[in-house]
């Protein structure tokens, strides 16, 4: 399956982005989908993930309350909705499919598949 992650941009701080990932082949249903980034000279961080059915969601900590990921499944596009930027979000956003279990989805190695990543930057 390809993915691809679309959606970023320039933003100030305390703005917002919605982040797409739109699956060429099969349906995004078929998979647990997480978003990571990458920031410069940093190591690719877990920032959320949705499970299967949309109903289980997971966050990591600094994302808490400010993004939210969804399913768009008639769009078959999984997005994450980034409200109140800030500058420490500057970074490359990847999404992913897990094939595997869920309990995996914090780990980067554990997804298969890959979008291109798409840069946002929160200026002051």
């Known amino acids: 399956v390809q993915l691809q992650a679309s959606g970023g941009g320039l933003v100030q701080a305390g703005g917002s982005l919605r982040l797409s990932c739109a699956s060429s082949?099969?349906?995004?249903?078929?998979?647990?989908i997480g978003w990571f980034r990458q920031a410069p000279g940093k190591e690719r961080e877990f920032v959320a993930a949705?499970?299967?059915?949309?109903?289980?969601?997971h966050y990591v900590d600094s994302v808490k309350g400010r993004f939210t990921i969804f399913r768009d499944q008639a769009a078959n596009t999984v997005a994450l909705q980034m409200n109140s930027l800030n500058i420490e979000d500057t970074a490359v956003y990847y999404c992913?499919?897990?094939?595997?279990?869920?309990?995996?989805?914090?780990?980067?190695?554990?997804?298969?598949?890959w979008g291109q990543g798409t840069q946002v930057t929160v200026s002051s």
């Open positions: 082949g099969r349906t995004l249903g078929s998979y647990t």
């Open positions: 949705i499970s299967r059915s949309g109903g289980s969601t």
């Open positions: 992913a499919a897990l094939v595997g279990s869920w309990y995996g989805l914090l780990n980067a190695h554990e997804y298969e598949y």
